[in-house]
């Protein structure tokens, strides 16, 4: 049982991830460089956060080109989990294992702040740890965050519960729906926004984003 933490060149929250599920859980984790596309040997990926190629023309736009992309399609294809967190949910739409996008917030400014995100059902994988309705404090830091879909995608994600988070109370960016989270119609790729890497340390005061990866990991002990 292995989980791999790719990493591009600009990502910035690869050791944070690291330290999740290595440091905290205790699983065995290997950072893989973007260019390395053997990825056979990883029951689990996570995408983090960052800013991949500088976020030129669009945040993942560059990144998604990379060979180890090709691995994370066919392992989100054979049912592995895949994770993207901030610029790795920007990768993941762009890479299309998730629909929609992620556009420029909508007052144009990069947001960095605590803000309260609902949990929207108890979804195997992600979110079984939390109840349905249960209100996060997580940690977002984007310029582009601004989730976007047509509305006959966004009609089918909501139909189908796909939205597994949503910011609450407040928008910070303006996205559709208040959507902050989503995951494909399988189940096993999941993007968000909030950032619950940097919520699961007690020793950062917040752990509202333990349970995530702790219902990952008992999904990967039972593979
Ligand atoms: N680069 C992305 C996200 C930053 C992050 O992943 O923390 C943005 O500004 O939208």
Same mark, same amino acid.
Request: charged letters at 20%; a negative charge.
């Given at each position: 049982?292995?989980?791999g933490?790719i990493?591009?060149?600009?990502?910035? /929250? +690869? $050791?944070?991830?690291?330290? @999740?599920?290595?440091?905290?859980?205790?699983?065995?984790?290997?950072?893989?460089?973007? &260019?390395?596309?053997?990825l056979g040997?990883l029951d689990a990926i996570v995408i983090?956060?960052?800013?991949?190629?500088?976020?030129?023309?669009?945040?993942?736009?560059?990144?998604r080109?990379?060979?180890a992309m090709r691995s994370v399609i066919e392992a989100a294809e054979q049912g592995k989990p895949v994770l993207g967190?901030?610029?790795g949910f920007?990768i993941l739409t762009e890479a299309g294992l998730l629909p929609?996008?992620?556009?420029?917030?909508?007052?144009?400014?990069?947001? /960095? +702040? $605590?803000?309260?995100?609902? @949990?929207?059902?108890?979804?195997?994988l992600w979110?079984?740890?939390?109840?349905?309705? &249960?209100?996060?404090?997580?940690?977002?830091?984007?310029?582009?965050?601004?989730?976007?879909?047509?509305?006959?995608?966004?009609?089918?994600?909501?139909?189908?519960?796909?939205?597994?988070?949503?910011?609450?109370?407040?928008?910070?960016?303006?996205?559709?729906?208040?959507?902050?989270?989503i995951c494909n119609d399988r189940g096993n790729v999941l993007g968000?926004?909030?950032?619950?890497?940097?919520?699961?340390?007690?020793?950062?005061?917040?752990?509202?984003?333990?349970?995530?990866?702790?219902?990952m990991?008992?999904?990967?002990?039972?593979?």
């Open positions: 049982m292995k989980v933490v990493v591009f060149p600009g990502s910035n /929250c +690869d $050791r944070d991830m690291q330290w @999740v599920f290595q440091g905290l859980l205790g699983l065995p984790t290997r950072m893989v460089w973007h &260019q390395d596309s053997d040997d983090p956060g960052g800013f991949s190629y500088g976020d030129y023309l669009r945040c993942g736009a560059i990144a080109f990379s060979p967190v901030c610029n920007q929609g996008a992620l556009i420029r917030n909508q007052n144009l400014h990069f947001v /960095c +702040d $605590r803000v309260p995100v609902k @949990v929207e059902r108890s979804a195997r979110t079984e740890g939390y109840a349905a309705g &249960q209100v996060l404090n997580l940690p977002i830091a984007h310029g582009e965050g601004r989730y976007y879909a047509d509305p006959d995608t966004l009609k089918q994600i909501e139909d189908k519960g796909q939205v597994l988070f949503r910011y609450e109370g407040s928008n910070p960016n303006g996205s559709w729906n208040q959507i902050a989270g968000m926004m909030p950032h619950p890497e940097r919520a699961a340390d007690a020793a950062l005061g917040n752990t509202d984003g333990l349970a995530l990866f702790q219902a990991t008992a999904a990967l002990v039972s593979v």
